[in-house]
């Protein structure tokens, strides 16, 4: 069973920096991706950042440029760091697990994802 813990969230002024950590256990991903995705009340789940066990990385438009994806392959941890946060990044924030299916999948719809953390609470203000 695939267990996947956030950390890392917190309450920063607009400009500032913030690292999200999530831990995978539970198996061996390769042929996984492993995603960030952020979430509003009311609204759906948006896809923020992925990347596959080949370290091929997929951001939004929505945060390219501003956020990055990296993977800890030997201690299977994946690093979001967000810079020049703004208001409208505040969100709860999601880590997910799709696959295997070995770099099939869009890696941007929610629906490929199986598996969910708890999720992480990033607040900007302004």
């Known amino acids: 069973q695939v267990q996947l813990v956030e950390s890392g969230g917190g309450l920063v002024q607009a400009g500032d920096s913030l690292r999200l950590s999530c831990a995978a256990s539970g198996r061996n991903f390769i042929g996984y991706a492993l995603g960030w995705f952020r979430q509003t009340p009311g609204k759906e789940r948006v896809f923020v950042a992925a990347?596959?066990?080949?370290?091929?990385?997929y951001v939004a438009d929505a945060v390219k440029g501003r956020f990055t994806i990296s993977r800890d392959s030997a201690n299977n941890i994946i690093y979001l760091q967000m810079n020049s946060l703004k208001p409208d990044d505040t969100a709860v924030y999601y880590c997910?697990?799709?696959?295997?299916?070995?770099?099939?999948?869009?890696?941007?719809?929610?629906?490929?994802?199986?598996?969910w953390g708890q999720g992480t609470q990033v607040t900007v203000s302004s």
């Open positions: 990347i596959d066990w080949r370290d091929v990385t």
């Open positions: 997910a697990a799709a696959g295997p299916d070995y770099g099939l999948g869009s890696r941007m719809n929610s629906e490929e994802y199986d598996d």
